[in-house]
């Protein structure tokens, strides 16, 4: 009798994993749209479509926190996980955005690879988010470390690739060099927030498993 009177938490482990689902589906349709330049206006949509659906669970998390008496981890665990995944679903939504407009003919590999890294990281993140709603250790420090380091090394070889384009200066040729080095800053941006997103589920790791 008693335990069907006592309030109930709010499943914001499925959800918080849900809101981690959109951000990988988000990071494959940025590899998907790398990969094939041609169906970017198609996967661009998709993109938008899936920062909607975060922006909604970011919502639905935040209300549902005000409402709940108990939590499975502590509140402000469960605010940061949701805000710092929010940030990095927007921060994919703008890089994919900057690609789009500047319509390149081709993609440089540094960008694909970095992409693709990218991908590999938020399953990382996935991993780690699962085991804590599971209670299980699910220390992923140094696979995740290896990937930022090979990150920081492609962005640096992609950077300097754009610089030292061999051609005659003209002015399409400077806009070029300026698009692609707005493109890699963005990039940056996106390695930035995926090592929060890391950064802020391995801190509640070390406090509840």
Request: proline residues 3%.
């Amino acid at each position: 009798m008693f335990p069907a009177l006592m309030p109930k938490s709010a499943p914001f482990f499925t959800m918080l994993l849900e809101q981690n689902a959109i951000l990988r589906q988000t990071s494959a349709r940025l590899i998907a749209m790398l990969e094939d330049i041609s169906a970017k206006d198609k996967v661009h949509k998709e993109i938008a479509l899936l920062e909607e659906q975060g922006d909604n669970l970011h919502v639905k998390i935040l209300r549902e926190i005000t409402r709940a008496f108990i939590t499975p981890i502590d509140r402000e665990d469960i605010l940061r996980i949701n805000q710092e995944q929010e940030e990095c679903i927007d921060c994919l939504q703008s890089l994919s955005t900057r690609l789009y407009i500047f319509e390149f003919p081709r993609i440089r590999f540094p960008m694909l690879q970095l992409s693709r890294n990218i991908s590999a990281m938020l399953e990382l993140t996935h991993e780690m988010l699962d085991g804590l709603s599971r209670r299980v250790d699910c220390h992923k420090t140094h696979a995740f470390h290896e990937l930022r380091g090979e990150c920081e090394m492609v962005l640096a070889a992609g950077l300097g690739e754009v610089m030292d384009d061999n051609q005659d200066l003209t002015l399409k040729l400077v806009m070029h060099v300026v698009k692609w080095s707005q493109a890699y800053e963005r990039m940056d941006i996106v390695l930035e927030q995926v090592n929060t997103v890391a950064e802020t589920i391995e801190e509640a790791v070390f406090k509840h498993v």
